[in-house]
């Protein structure tokens, strides 16, 4: 198993337009392979003393945090399913940021080996 996690902040204005294009993104990362596409947004997220999420994506008034996971069987079948997603033409024009519902700048992205799965 491999993981894909993001953390992003979306405008409210936004969020439906995030949710209408997180939908088709979703269905292409399943279509190259991956076996589970999660969004979610903050429900229960406050500022820390220290860290937390809002200061993760420097938040500013008006946003929410999205905290997102892509699940796949292997790093190797993340990879095969992230370069087919980065070249398909229907994902080309919302990874131009003017297109991006939200400011991609402070999008926090990586990949992940689970340790521990109960």
């Known amino acids: 198993m491999y993981v894909d996690g993001i953390v992003v902040p979306v405008p409210k204005k936004n ?7 997180s939908k ?3 269905k292409i990362w399943v279509e190259f392979g991956a076996q589970q596409y999660t ?3 903050a429900d229960d997220v406050k500022p820390g003393k220290w860290t937390s999420f809002p200061q ?3 938040l500013k008034p008006g946003e929410v945090v999205v905290f997102s996971w892509i699940v796949y069987k292997s790093r190797a ?3 095969r399913a ?3 997603v980065m070249e398909d033409k229907r994902v080309a024009k919302w ?15 990586g990949g992940f080996k689970p340790i521990v799965r109960l």
């Not at 969020?15 to 294009?21: H, S």
């Not at 990874?95 to 992205?109: E, V």
């Open 15 to 21: 969020l439906a337009t995030y949710q209408k294009v």
């Open 24 to 26: 088709k993104m979703g």
């Open 39 to 41: 969004e979610c947004v």
């Open 56 to 58: 993760a994506v420097k």
């Open 77 to 79: 079948q993340r990879d």
């Open 82 to 84: 992230l370069k087919k």
């Open 95 to 109: 990874m131009n940021p003017s297109n991006m519902p939200f400011d991609g700048k402070r999008m926090i992205w």
